[in-house]
C-alpha cells in the first residue's frame, strides 16, 4: 500500500505579518500537487490570518491545544475552538512540550482523544533525549510514549506519527537516514504487535529533527518515512523561494529517466531563455546525452552539447551571447538551471543542473535562467545515479587475462614441446653457479689443496693500488646514482631544489657574517662575558624544591658574614678613615641630588668598612602625608570638592 507523503512546518513563536505574507504567497504558488499533504503551524495569534490567505491545498494547524472544551485554564485553546476557526490539525506531543513544560505522556494521551473527539487530526510527536539514546534506550522511550496513546483504544485514522529524536532537533544534527528508518520500522512493528497489521500498514510516520533542503531527499528515499516534520528551518528555505522573482516562462525535457520540468525567469534572464526555448522548438536536443556529471559536497550535472564531447553547441545567435545576472538570482540549493560557458560572455546551447548544496562560486560567473520544478526534481537526481552506476560497471569490468593457444598453431605440437624444453633449461640456469671441484669431484687431475686458505683471507690487507680502484669505482657508481636521481625529478623539481639550496646557503652566510659582527663589537664581548660567567654559577644552584637549598643559603650567609668581618678587621689594622674634604665647594647636582654622579665605583671589599650616613633634615622641606595615620594625626587636611553639592549648600551658596 502506497501512504500519502505530508509535510509538515512547524513554525514555532517565529514570524510575523510580513515573513507570512511572503510563504503564503509562495505556498499558493506552489499549491496543486495533489500526492502530498502539506501543513503549516504558525503562532496562534497567526492562525486565522494565514488560513485567510493560503488555498485550500495548504492547511492550517495548531501548535497545541487542552482537553477539556472550555474553562478557566488561562493561556490554552480548545479542539473546539480551533474547529470554530476551521483549522483541522493540531500538533501535540511536542519534546518542547514535553521536556520545557513538563507535559506527561498520560496528558499527551487525554489531549489526543479529546481532539480526535473534535474531529480534530493530531500528529503525535515521540521521540528520546540524547543521553536515553547512548543509553541504548531509544525503543523503550518511544515504546512508552506510544503505549500510553495504545491504552486509550483510540481511532488511528486521522493521527500522524512524527518520530523527532530530542537530540536532533534545532541542533544541527540529524539521524542518518539508515538511523531513521531503522526507528520508523520499530514504531511500525509496534502499532502491528499492538493495535493490527491494518493500522501498522496505514499511518503515516514522518520524521522531525533538523530536516533540511540538503537532507530531506535521502531521507524520503526510506520505505518506511512518509514525510517530515520541519521546525524552524521551514522558514529559512521558503525564504529562498520567496526571495526569487516570479518566473515567467515553462519548458518540458522529455528524458529516459522521465520528465523535467522548468519554469524560466525570462524577464530577468532575456537572452539565455530565448536561446534555450528555440534550441527546444528546434529539436535542436533531441537524442543528446547529458555528458558530464561533476560529483562531490556540490556537484552539478551538465548537457546540451550534440557531439557529446562538451565542446561542441552554437548558439541561435550564430555567436556566443553575454551574461545575464540578477541580484535575486543565486545558486543557494538544487534544482537550477545554468549556463554553461568556457569564460566571460561564452554562452552557448550547454546548461547545467545544480543537483547538490549551494554553490556560491558559480554566482556571477554564469547565467541562473530557470528552475526546475515540482515532483520532476527527483527524475533530475535519478541521472546522477545512473551516471554512478555506468562508472560502477566499467570498473567492474576486468581485463581478460592473456594465455598462450599453442593447440590453434598448425605446428602447436612441436612448440609446446620447445616450450616445455626452454622452461627446463631456465630451472637450471637459475640454480647458483658451481665450479670444477663441486662439479668433478672424482677428476685425479684436480689439486686437493685449497687456492686460498682462510687464515690468508683474514690477514688480506688491499694494496694502494686496489684501494684506489676501488675507490674510484665507487664514486663513479655514486656519480651514476646522483644521475639517476637527478633524471627521475622533473624540471619544476630541480628548479625548487636549486632555490632551496641557494636560500639556505644565503641564510647560513648571513648568520656566520651576524656572528663575526657580534665578535667584533666591545659591548657584545663584555656581554657575552657577563653571561657565561652567570651561567657557571647558576650550575652550582640547587633548586627552590630541593631539600639541601636552604642548607645551601646558609652556608653562602656564612661566607658572606666571614668577609665581612675579615674587611672589618682590615680596616682597624690600616687605620682606614674617612677623609672629608670641607674645603671643596659642592656642586648644585650634589646638593640637590644628595650623591656625587662623578664618584667612581669603590673596587675590592672596601665597601664592606664603609657606613651609611644619612643627611639632617631640612625644616623648610614638607614631607609627603602617611595615609595610614589620618586619624592619628592632627594636621590632615580634609579634600572636598568644591562643585559638589553638599558642599555648595554648607557654604550656602545653593
Not at 473546539?80 to 506527561?104: N, Q, T, Y
Not at 504487535?193 to 531521507?219: F, P, W
Not at 526534481?377 to 541521472?383: A, P
Not at 650616613?613 to 589620618?630: Q, T
Request: glycine letters at 6%.
Amino acid at each position: 500500500m502506497t501512504r500519502k507523503f505530508f509535510v509538515g512546518g512547524n513554525w514555532k513563536m517565529n514570524g510575523d505579518k510580513k515573513m507570512i505574507d511572503g510563504i503564503c504567497a509562495f505556498l499558493n504558488q506552489s499549491a496543486g500537487v495533489t500526492d502530498v499533504d502539506v501543513i503549516v503551524a504558525p503562532p496562534a495569534l497567526y492562525m486565522t490570518y494565514v488560513k485567510d490567505q493560503l488555498k485550500n491545498s495548504v492547511k492550517v494547524s495548531a501548535q497545541n491545544c487542552y482537553k477539556v472544551p472550555k474553562g478557566a485554564f488561562t493561556g490554552e485553546i480548545s479542539p473546539a475552538m480551533l474547529k470554530d476557526l476551521g483549522v483541522e490539525w493540531v500538533i501535540l506531543g511536542h519534546s518542547e512540550r514535553r521536556h520545557i513544560f513538563g507535559e506527561s505522556d498520560q496528558l499527551i494521551a487525554e489531549k489526543t482523544v479529546h481532539a480526535l473527539e473534535n474531529h480534530v487530526n493530531v500528529i503525535f510527536c515521540i521521540g528520546e533525549k540524547l543521553e536515553e539514546r547512548e543509553a541504548g534506550k531509544t525503543k523503550d522511550v518511544n515504546f512508552r510514549q506510544m503505549q500510553a496513546l495504545v491504552d486509550k483504544k483510540v481511532d488511528w485514522t486521522n493521527i500522524v506519527i512524527a518520530y523527532e529524536p530530542v537530540w536532533a532537533i534545532g541542533t544541527g544534527k540529524t539521524a542518518s537516514p539508515e538511523q531513521a528508518q531503522e526507528v520508523h520500522l520499530w514504531i511500525r512493528e509496534f502499532l502491528k504487535d499492538k493495535v493490527s497489521s491494518d493500522v501498522a500498514e496505514k499511518t503515516r510516520i514522518i520524521y522531525g529533527g533538523s530536516v533540511t533542503a540538503e537532507n530531506c531527499v535521502d531521507l524520503g528515499k526510506k520505505p518506511d518515512i512518509d514525510g517530515f516534520l520541519v521546525g524552524g528551518h521551514s522558514q529559512v528555505m521558503s525564504s529562498q523561494y520567496i526571495n526569487e522573482p516570479v518566473t515567467t516562462g515553462k519548458v518540458i525535457l522529455h528524458t529516459t529517466v522521465g520528465d523535467i520540468e522548468i519554469e524560466l525567469w525570462t524577464k530577468e534572464c532575456p537572452l539565455a531563455c530565448r536561446n534555450f526555448i528555440q534550441l527546444c522548438m528546434e529539436k535542436y536536443y533531441d537524442g543528446t546525452i547529458f555528458h558530464r556529471l561533476v560529483k562531490g559536497v556540490d556537484f552539478i550535472i551538465q548537457g546540451g552539447d550534440p557531439t557529446g564531447t562538451g565542446q561542441g553547441g552554437e548558439s541561435i545567435y550564430g555567436k556566443p551571447f553575454k551574461d545575464e545576472f540578477h541580484q535575486r538570482l543565486r545558486f543557494n540549493r538544487r534544482g537550477l538551471v545554468g549556463m554553461a560557458n568556457a569564460g566571460k560572455d561564452d554562452n552557448g546551447s550547454q546548461f547545467f543542473f545544480t543537483v547538490g548544496n549551494e554553490v556560491r562560486e558559480l554566482d556571477k560567473k554564469h547565467t541562473l535562467f530557470g528552475k526546475v520544478v515540482g515532483n520532476t526534481v527527483f527524475n533530475m537526481l535519478k541521472m546522477t545515479e545512473e551516471r554512478l552506476k555506468e562508472k560502477k560497471e566499467k570498473k567492474r569490468e576486468k581485463k581478460p587475462v592473456e594465455t598462450k593457444k599453442l593447440n590453434l598453431l598448425s605446428f602447436g605440437d612441436e612448440a609446446e614441446e620447445d616450450e616445455m624444453e626452454v622452461d627446463q633449461v631456465n630451472k637450471v640456469l637459475n640454480k647458483k653457479g658451481k665450479s670444477a671441484h663441486d662439479v668433478l669431484s672424482d677428476d685425479a687431475k684436480l689439486s686437493k689443496q685449497v687456492a686460498v686458505t682462510a687464515d690468508e683471507m683474514a690477514d688480506y690487507e688491499p694494496t694502494e693500488d686496489a684501494e684506489r680502484d676501488a675507490s674510484t669505482v665507487s664514486s663513479i657508481r655514486a656519480k651514476f646514482a646522483a644521475k639517476r636521481k637527478i633524471e627521475e625529478v622533473d624540471d619544476d623539481g630541480k628548479d625548487e631544489d636549486f632555490e632551496k639550496m641557494i636560500d639556505d646557503e644565503r641564510r647560513k652566510q648571513e648568520r656566520e657574517r651576524m656572528c663575526v659582527q657580534e665578535e667584533q663589537s666591545e659591548a657584545m664581548k663584555l656581554y657575552h662575558g657577563l653571561k657565561l660567567k652567570f651561567k657557571s654559577k647558576a650550575k652550582d644552584l640547587v633548586k627552590t624544591k630541593d631539600p639541601n637549598r636552604e642548607s645551601q643559603t646558609m652556608s653562602m650567609l656564612e661566607r658572606f658574614q666571614k668577609r665581612l668581618a675579615a674587611s672589618n678587621q682590615s680596616a682597624i689594622l690600616h687605620d682606614k678613615k674617612i677623609v672629608i674634604k670641607e674645603d671643596e665647594e659642592e656642586k648644585p647636582e650634589e646638593k640637590k641630588f644628595g650623591i656625587d654622579l662623578d664618584a667612581e665605583d669603590v673596587a675590592g671589599d672596601d665597601w664592606m668598612v664603609h657606613k651609611f650616613e644619612a643627611e639632617d633634615e631640612d625644616p623648610n622641606v614638607s614631607k609627603a602625608k602617611d595615609a595610614n595615620l589620618r586619624e592619628e594625626s592632627e594636621d590632615w587636611y580634609d579634600i572636598h570638592d568644591p562643585r559638589n553639592k553638599m558642599n555648595q549648600r554648607r557654604r550656602g551658596e545653593v
